[in-house]
């Protein structure tokens, strides 16, 4: 019995999701009038990206996933 290879995002797909999420985000706060959260929303997305770039050309993006740290954490140290 063969096992299937677990699904593994490429990185343009994972580009494309975070973009989309992040537009998606930018018009419901416009959308509800809570636009003085901008800011906030730019220092937390730019975390998240440099959280995203670290991860992906980390040594650690070598291992198998059950062995990578969260991409995020990145920052926080």
């Known amino acids: 019995m063969e ?3 677990p ?6 797909e994972r ?3 975070v973009w989309e999420a992040t537009t998606l985000v930018v ?3 416009l959308h509800h009038r809570m ?3 901008l800011p906030l929303l730019v220092v937390l ?3 998240s990206y440099v959280g995203m770039v670290l ?7 070598l291992l198998p996933r059950s062995a990578q ?7 926080l140290f």
């Open 35 to 37: 636009g003085s959260l």
């Open 3 to 5: 096992r299937e290879a």
């Open 55 to 61: 991860g992906v050309f980390s040594p650690v993006a």
């Open 27 to 29: 018009r419901a706060l």
């Open 69 to 75: 740290v969260v991409p995020f954490v990145y920052p």
């Open 45 to 47: 997305l730019l975390m």
């Open 15 to 17: 580009i494309g999701s």
């Open 7 to 12: 699904f593994r995002p490429r990185l343009r």
